[in-house]
C-alpha cells in the first residue's frame, strides 16, 4: 500500500484477476457445490494456473513472489464467492510456503514443481483429537528406524484429508514439549497412511474434513522439513499468514452478503415502501459497512507488516484476524436478519455464508486465543 492507504496498480491488477476468476469459475457453482459437498479440485487447478497455488513464494521456488497484502487480496476475491474454496487455497499455500522456506533443495526439487502449480494438493497437519489451542501438546509419534520413520497416531480436522496429495504433518520426534517437534511430508499413497470418514459439518461443505491416521506408516527421513526439532517453528512462523488469510476469506464473505443485503432491501417492499427506505434498514447497512471496513484496514496493515517481518507483525495478525473474522460472521448474520424468512432458505447465498464464516473464528487459533497473544504481547511492552 501507498502512504496514502491506497492499493497500487500492480495489487489492483492482481485483485481484478483474482475477482474475474471468482466471477467465471466459483460464484456460479459454489452453491451446487455446497449441496452436493462436492470437491472442486479442477477449479483449484484452474487457480493454480494463475499462480494462486504458490502465492508468496519466491520466483526462483516457481512461485509469484508475491506478498502477504496481495496474498489477501486474491483471498478476499475469491471467498466473494466461496468461503470454503478461498480458505482452501490458503492451507495449500501455507503447506507449499513452509516445504520452500524451510526445506533442504532436495525436498524443495522433489514437491514443488508440482505443487506451485496445483498440480497436486497438498494439506497442513497439525491439529489432533486432544490437542487443538495448546498445539505443542501433540502426541503423534515419528520414531527413526534407519532411513525411515515410522509414524503413529491422528490428525484431526483436516481439510482436503483422503483427496489430497501430500500431507505437511507435526509430529513428535523427541520428549520435550515444543522442541521436540518435527515437520515431515507424507505421500498419500504411503502404507500405514488412511484417513478417517468425513466429517458432518455445519458448513464449508466445498472442502472435505476428516482424521489423518498413522499405524506404523513408514516415512523416508528425506522427507522431513529442516531439522528434527523445528517442526513447532516451523508451524508457527505459517500461521501469521494463515491467520491474515482466514480473516480475508471473511472479508470477501462479508462484501458478499452486504452486497446481497442492499440488493435484496432494495427491491423488496414493505408497507408500500421499499425496506432499504426506512431508517432502521438504513443505519443497519450503515454499521455493517463501517464494521467491514474497519476490519478490512487493519488486515492490509497487518499483511504489511507480516511482509516487511516488523517486530510486531504477529500481534497485528492476531488482532486482524479476530476482528475480521468476528465483524465478518455478525455482518453476514445481520444480512440474513435484513432478508427476513428468505434469508433463511438455500434459495439465496446468505444461509451458506452465514455456515461457512461461523468456522473462522475458530480455525488458525481461536480468537480466545487471538486475545490471549494480543494481551502477552501488551503487558510485555
Avoid at 477449479?43 to 494462486?52: D, I, M, Q, T, Y
Avoid at 515419528?142 to 532411513?147: H, L, V, W
Amino acid at each position: 500500500m501507498t502512504p496514502q492507504f491506497d492499493l497500487t496498480g500492480d495489487q489492483r491488477e492482481i485483485q481484478e484477476l483474482a475477482r474475474r476468476f471468482t466471477a467465471d469459475r466459483i460464484t456460479p457453482f459454489a452453491a451446487e457445490w455446497d449441496e452436493k459437498h462436492q470437491y472442486p479440485v479442477d477449479v483449484w487447478k484452474a487457480a493454480g494456473e494463475l499462480g494462486f497455488g504458490a502465492i508468496y513464494l519466491s520466483e526462483e521456488d516457481g512461485g509469484i513472489g508475491l506478498g502477504r497484502l496481495e496474498a489477501a487480496l486474491i483471498m478476499e476475491a475469491m471467498a466473494y464467492g466461496c468461503p470454503a474454496t478461498s480458505a482452501y487455497i490458503s492451507i495449500h499455500n501455507m503447506a507449499t510456503w513452509m516445504i520452500a522456506r524451510f526445506g533442504g533443495q532436495e525436498l524443495k526439487d522433489r514437491f514443488l514443481p508440482q505443487l506451485v502449480g496445483m498440480e497436486k494438493i497438498a494439506s497442513y497437519c497439525l491439529t489432533e483429537p486432544g490437542s487443538g489451542s495448546d498445539a505443542a501438546a501433540l502426541k503423534a509419534t515419528a520414531r527413526r528406524d534407519g532411513d525411515h520413520y515410522v509414524l503413529n497416531g491422528t490428525k484431526q480436522f483436516i481439510s482436503g484429508a483422503g483427496y489430497n496429495d501430500l500431507y505437511v504433518c507435526m509430529v513428535r520426534t523427541g520428549d520435550e514439549k515444543a522442541h521436540g517437534i518435527s515437520c515431515i511430508v507424507v505421500e498419500k499413497d504411503t502404507p500405514g497412511l488412511s484417513f478417517g470418514a468425513p466429517e458432518r459439518k455445519l458448513g464449508w461443505n466445498a472442502s472435505p474434513t476428516a482424521q489423518v491416521i498413522f499405524e506404523d506408516c513408514r516415512v523416508p527421513v528425506e522427507n522431513r522439513v529442516g531439522a528434527e526439532g523445528d517442526g513447532f517453528r516451523f508451524a508457527m512462523a505459517g500461521l501469521d499468514g494463515g491467520r491474515l488469510n482466514i480473516g480475508a476469506c471473511s472479508l470477501g464473505g462479508a462484501q458478499r452478503c452486504l452486497d446481497e443485503a442492499v440488493a435484496y432491501t432494495k427491491e423488496r417492499q414493505q408497507f408500500g415502501r421499499a425496506v432499504a427506505d426506512f431508517q432502521n434498514t438504513q443505519f443497519t447497512l450503515a454499521d455493517m459497512a463501517t464494521d467491514l471496513e474497519a476490519a478490512r484496514a487493519l488486515l492490509y496493515m497487518a499483511a504489511a507488516k507480516v511482509t516487511a517481518n516488523a517486530p510486531d507483525k504477529t500481534k497485528f495478525a492476531a488482532m486482524a484476524k479476530r476482528l475480521a473474522t468476528d465483524s465478518g460472521s455478525s455482518i453476514v448474520d445481520r444480512a440474513l436478519q435484513l432478508h427476513g424468512g428468505y434469508g433463511y432458505l438455500m434459495d439465496y447465498p446468505i444461509e451458506r455464508f452465514w455456515r461457512d464464516l461461523r468456522v473462522h473464528s475458530i480455525l488458525e487459533g481461536t480468537n480466545q486465543v487471538m486475545r490471549m497473544i494480543i494481551g502477552r504481547e501488551l503487558t510485555r511492552q
